[in-house]
């Protein structure tokens, strides 16, 4: 096999002949593992797969759109009952100011001709 320093100089005396001793390409082992693994290619205790199930769970996306939708729809209920929670005390402050049913009054009246 050719160093650098002396295929330098046989490229430099030769002006492009090739060195009549071509290493021949290997080709790189295999790797035990397959790409996209991860930690799930380690060896590690039967507790730690447990607790951290999932490290080594294949991603299911039915499952995953599922809870988004499911996360969606509660936060968006919980926005909802914040709301008319809100509403509700207002009213009712408006209705102990003003008597009873004001706060139907106020919302119904036209404010403007454009209504």
Same mark, same amino acid.
């Given at each position: 096999?050719?160093?650098?320093?002396?295929?330098?100089?046989?490229?430099?005396?030769?002006?492009?002949? $090739?060195?009549?001793? #071509?290493?021949?390409?290997?080709?790189?082992?295999?790797?035990?593992? $397959?790409?996209?693994?991860?930690?799930?290619?380690?060896?590690?205790?039967?507790?730690?797969?447990?607790?951290?199930?999932?490290?080594? $769970?294949?991603?299911?996306?039915?499952?995953?759109?599922?809870?988004?939708?499911?996360?969606?729809?509660?936060?968006?209920?919980?926005?909802?009952?914040?709301?008319?929670?809100?509403?509700?005390?207002?009213?009712?402050?408006?209705?102990?100011?003003?008597?009873?049913?004001?706060?139907n009054?106020m919302?119904?009246?036209? #404010?403007n001709?454009?209504?």
């Amino acid at each position: 096999m050719f160093t650098n320093s002396r295929m330098g100089a046989r490229m430099s005396r030769g002006f492009g002949k $090739v060195p009549k001793e #071509v290493p021949k390409a290997s080709t790189p082992p295999k790797p035990e593992y $397959v790409a996209g693994e991860g930690i799930r290619s380690l060896d590690t205790s039967a507790g730690f797969r447990t607790l951290n199930f999932e490290l080594y $769970v294949k991603a299911n996306k039915p499952i995953m759109a599922f809870g988004i939708a499911t996360m969606s729809l509660i936060t968006l209920y919980f926005a909802y009952m914040k709301a008319t929670t809100e509403n509700k005390t207002l009213d009712a402050e408006y209705d102990k100011l003003y008597g009873e049913g004001a706060a139907n009054y106020m919302r119904t009246r036209k #404010v403007n001709s454009w209504d």
